[in-house]
Structure formats: C-alpha cells, structure tokens
C-alpha cells in the first residue's frame, strides 16, 4: 500500500468530508455541502458514496458493496476492489457480515444492527430540484421548511395516475423537519430508514453534498391521508429462493419476452438457495 | 520553548485518525455513547481525548478559539505545529475549547443561519469526568432514552430550541469522548 494515502484521499480532505458528516449528523436531512474531490471514476458511479466511505473507513473495517442489491455488478466489484486496494479492508458479500456497506439504490432485506454503516451514493440530493432548478431558492425553501410544492407534485401523481405514481427517490421527512431525497432506492425501502440502528449517510460527489441520518431517527414517507404511502413491490414470487417479501427484479429472459422475478438483494437471494439446499 | 510541543501527534495520522474519528461519529450519532479516543498526547492542560479530536477534525481551514486555563503557550505552540489551526475569537470559531465554565456564554458563538445551519460552532467541552448517568437525552441516535453527566441542563435545552440552528458539543475527559448535537432534547 506504498502508492496511495490510506483510503486514497489526503488526510486534509477527510477531516473536511468528516467535518461535513458529523454536521450531517447533527441536522439529519440537511444537506452539507462539501468540497467534493475528483475521484478515479467518473461522476455517477458513485464518487459522493466513495469519499464518504474512504472518510469512515479504518484499517478493522470489513467493507461490502451493493449496486441495486447486487454484489457482483461492474460498479460493486470495482469499488470493492478500489477500497482492498486502496485501505486494504476486508470486504464481504453477506450483510451481516460487514461493519460499512457502500449502497446505490437498495437497503439491504436482512435488518442492519447498531454499529454498521450504511454508505449511500447519491445523484441528486436535492429532492426539490426537478421542482425548483435554483440552489438560492431551494436552500431558502428549506430554510423556511416551505414544502408545500413537493405535496403539489404528488397530487398530481395523483389527478393524473389516479395513485402516486412516484415508485422511486420517493421523498421523506425527517423528524418533522427536513424533507430529504432517499438517494433512488426502490419505494419499497423507505420504511426501513425510519427506526434503523445503523448510522445511515449520503454522499452525493458531482452535487457536493453530503447528509445523514443517525439511528433510531424517525423517517416518514410523504402521503395523503386518503391516499397513504404504500411500500409497494411487484406482486410476484423470486424464481431462485421463492421468497415473497424481498424486493424484485424483473429480468426478461429471452427474445419472445418471456420474463422472471428474482430477489435484487443478491446476497439475501444466493443465502436463502444455500439454506433450502441444505 | 523547549521545543516538546512535537511531540503528542499521532504516530500514524491517517489510521489513528481514521480509528479516533469513528469513535467520535459513533458519539455523535448516538447522544449519550461514551467512546474512547486513544493516540494523543497534547500538552497540559488539554485531556488526550481533546488532543485526539483536534488532530482529527481541526486543520489550516478550521478557526479554533482557546478558552481561559486552555489558552496557555504550550498549547499555542502544540496546535501550531500539528494542526495548523488559526487561533481566533469566539465569534469567529469553528471549533471552541475549554472548560464549561470557560466558554461561557453560548451566545457568542456563531450558531449557523436559516440557509447553512451547518456554519456554526462545534465546542469541545473538558469535562471532570463523564458518565452515562445524569441528564435525560431524547431525540435522533437514540433508542427511547439515555443519559449522560451534562455539565447544566437549560443552556442545552435553550441551545435545541434553536434547531436546526445551533451548537454541537463534544464532552471529553481523559481518554474519554461523548458528544451532544443540537438536536438532542434534554431533560
């Protein structure tokens, strides 16, 4: 580990990302900005979530990746080998097992436990942005907790679609406070934000910020008292290990679009087939 | 000048901070958590847990104010050298240190504003001694209730009413580090 400083940032930048995390912190669903490095991949593949997780990273760490639940994707696999590189962690596929999971756009099925950490990669931290495309506007729009444009949005999920028709980045309020954008995790994972023992944070690289939630932090899913949030999730069994609670993906199998439902937690999915094949 | 305020670093910055600033994020996020903070050996009259947390978050771009029995040459000189830190007045802190009586009153410090409440103070209280027994904290990072020996009681309750402006504060005390953010409720 000659070539590179531990966990490949200067030690100047990681007293700066956590400075900006332990503010995070202090304010959970407030967006720090930071002054985000030039990573050695490009923006979208998770540089926030990387500099993040290289500021909390120590040498006793044992290091997991998920990219949408899977353990064995492009994105997954580089930055766990970035990080054995890099810090020289162990890393692991099994969610138990692991002290930080880097994430982009899944909370792990199996509950995580008070002492982990859950690294989420954001794209666009600013759930008001598709709303209101001025930073001085928004920032004053959350100063002054001014959320009425965000319920105006899903009402007319609701006129158009008959239901809110957002199934993803989903917007919640964080202990009555801030509205806060999930990062693009799947609707059905909301509720396990809300309560959780692990310390969650957010780093969005491009955007410059970074945001946290502390455990046992009370998340709720914005709604209508008629139309209440629901985790929705396809209504479909996984074709591997035949759960019927975990998250699904679609896969279309063949050129007559023939398709199959498999778990998108990769390690949930392969430790169920293990179990059922014991 | 004897030229000792070299030593007392960390002998190995990038782990050792690495190790120290998990411990202070896990107080952080959990109000009422007690951690220790180990690698620092900063001059009297600072506690190796304050010497550990200023070598992890404070450098050249953060302001540190010295407050009263702290501001002393030894630690003037220790800081200059291992962390680079520009010394400044309480109005212009980022980071503020001393005793609890010392860095009286809260008021002067910078609490953030409505649009960047992350610009306000965090201060590093040295404490007697630190125990999760005490005051009642409520709020995020704990499940149902903690406790911890808050050096008073109303300035804190005073300080969360602010929210989401407001002062976070790390207790330290010998090896020992707890820490209370702004959004904690006490009672």
Request: hydrophobic letters at 35%.
């Given at each position: 580990m000659s070539e590179y400083n531990f966990a490949y940032l200067d030690e100047q930048t990681k007293r700066m990302i956590r400075r900006a995390i332990l503010k995070g912190l202090a304010v959970p669903g407030y967006q720090v900005p930071f002054a985000s490095r030039e990573m050695p991949m490009p923006y979208g593949w998770g540089t926030g979530g990387v500099q993040v997780s290289a500021a909390v990273l120590t040498p006793d760490d044992t290091f997991k990746v998920i990219d949408q639940g899977a353990d064995d994707t492009t994105n997954a696999v580089s930055i766990r080998a970035f990080f054995e590189r890099t810090a020289e962690v162990a890393t692991t596929t099994s969610t138990e097992d692991a002290t930080v999971i880097q994430t982009r756009h899944r909370i792990p099925e199996v509950?995580?436990?008070?002492?982990?950490?859950?690294?989420?990669?954001?794209?666009?931290?600013?759930?008001?942005?598709?709303?209101?495309?001025?930073?001085?506007?928004?920032?004053?729009?959350?100063?002054?907790?001014?959320?009425?444009?965000?319920?105006?949005?899903?009402?007319?999920?609701?006129?158009?679609?008959?239901?809110?028709?957002?199934?993803?980045?989903?917007?919640?309020?964080?202990?009555?406070?801030?509205?806060?954008?999930?990062?693009?995790?799947?609707?059905?994972?909301?509720?396990?934000?809300?309560?959780?023992?692990?310390?969650?944070?957010?780093?969005?690289?491009?955007?410059?910020?970074?945001?946290?939630?502390?455990?046992?932090?009370?998340?709720?899913?914005?709604?209508?008292?008629?139309?209440?949030?629901?985790?929705?999730?396809?209504?479909?069994?996984?074709?591997?290990?035949?759960?019927?609670?975990?998250?699904?993906?679609?896969?279309?199998?063949?050129?007559?679009?023939?398709?199959?439902?498999?778990?998108?937690?990769?390690?949930?999915?392969?430790?169920?087939?293990?179990?059922?094949?014991? | 000048m004897d030229g000792g305020y070299l030593d007392g670093g960390f002998s190995n910055p990038s782990t050792e901070s690495a190790a120290a600033f998990r411990q202070i994020m896990e107080v952080v996020a959990r109000p009422g958590v007690i951690c220790e903070?180990?690698?620092?050996?900063?001059?009297?009259?600072?506690?190796?847990?304050?010497?550990?947390?200023?070598?992890?978050?404070?450098?050249?771009?953060?302001?540190?104010?010295?407050?009263?029995?702290?501001?002393?040459?030894?630690?003037?000189?220790?800081?200059a050298f291992h962390i680079g830190a520009p010394l400044v007045g309480p109005a212009h802190a980022t980071f503020a240190l001393g005793r609890w009586d010392e860095l009286m009153p809260l008021g002067q410090y910078p609490i953030g504003t409505p649009e960047y409440p992350d610009r306000s103070a965090t201060l590093i209280v040295e404490m007697p001694s630190l125990d999760a027994a005490g005051?009642?904290?409520?709020?995020?990072?704990?499940?149902?209730?903690?406790?911890?020996?808050?050096?008073?009681?109303?300035?804190?309750?005073?300080?969360?009413?602010?929210?989401p402006l407001g002062l976070d504060f790390i207790f330290t005390c010998e090896q020992r580090v707890a820490a209370l953010p702004r959004s904690t409720e006490v009672s």
């Open positions: 509950s995580l436990q008070e002492g982990q950490i859950l690294v989420y990669q954001v794209p666009i931290p600013e759930p008001l942005r598709f709303l209101e495309p001025r930073e001085t506007e928004t920032r004053k729009m959350h100063a002054l907790e001014d959320y009425g444009l965000m319920h105006v949005k899903l009402y007319e999920d609701i006129a158009r679609h008959g239901h809110i028709a957002t199934s993803y980045a989903y917007p919640v309020k964080i202990e009555g406070r801030y509205v806060m954008d999930p990062s693009p995790i799947p609707k059905f994972d909301n509720p396990k934000m809300s309560d959780n023992p692990a310390i969650q944070l957010f780093g969005a690289g491009r955007e410059q910020r970074i945001y946290a939630l502390p455990p046992y932090t009370q998340v709720v899913s914005l709604d209508f008292e008629d139309h209440p949030f629901e985790a929705s999730k396809p209504d479909q069994c996984c074709s591997l290990c035949q759960s019927t609670t975990s998250y699904l993906d679609e896969v279309i199998v063949d050129d007559s679009g023939k398709r199959m439902y498999v778990c998108s937690d990769t390690d949930y999915c392969a430790a169920r087939v293990r179990k059922q094949a014991a | 903070v180990a690698g620092a050996q900063p001059p009297a009259p600072l506690s190796p847990a304050a010497g550990a947390v200023l070598l992890t978050l404070c450098d050249a771009d953060t302001s540190v104010y010295l407050a009263g029995s702290v501001d002393t040459p030894d630690v003037r000189s220790w800081i005051a009642t904290l409520r709020g995020p990072g704990i499940k149902d209730t903690a406790h911890l020996s808050l050096p008073d009681v109303a300035p804190f309750q005073e300080n969360a009413l602010h929210f």
